[in-house]
């Protein structure tokens, strides 16, 4: 027999038949590269954050959206208290300017949720690229 078990003249099994260990490994292979691929790709935001010490002064258009951290907002300067006044303040500068850069700058004691839905509001608004304000550590003397 080609793929079954070999019997020998007084009845002993001598060969194994591999076909079902090689089926179920390549069902694990499988199922372990579809995991892996979903893991590797978690749904969340994509956000080009810069060094704080290597951060770089911006020379393109842009909105400022401030957030601090007793919880109010503000749009290049204005006061804004709901999310249709930013997204109004934010559409207003698109018409200006389609390549414009939204940048957010959170208090360090402000909550990340905040921030985080300030680039939603920026990416539903229809800004392609957004950044993080940062500001340069003080230089240590020595």
């Known amino acids: 027999m080609a793929g079954g078990t070999d019997f020998d003249d007084e009845g002993e099994i001598t060969g194994i038949n591999v076909t079902p260990l090689v ?12 995991t892996t691929s979903i893991i590797t790709n978690p749904e969340g935001l994509k956000v080009d954050k810069p060094e704080a010490a290597t951060g770089q ?22 006061e804004v208290t709901t999310d249709d006044q930013i997204v109004d303040a934010i559409t207003d500068a698109l018409v200006a300017d389609r390549e414009l850069q939204g940048i957010v700058q959170c208090d360090t004691k402000a909550e990340v949720g905040r921030m985080v839905h300030l680039i939603d509001l920026l990416r539903a608004a ?5 950044a993080i304000a940062t500001e340069k550590p003080p230089k240590e003397e020595g």
């Open 57 to 78: 002064t911006q020379d393109r258009a842009s909105i400022l959206i401030v957030c601090r951290k007793d919880g109010t907002t503000a749009v290049d300067g204005k």
């Open 126 to 130: 229809g800004v392609n690229k957004y």
């Open 23 to 34: 089926d179920v490994t390549l069902v694990l292979l499988i199922i372990f590269m579809v």
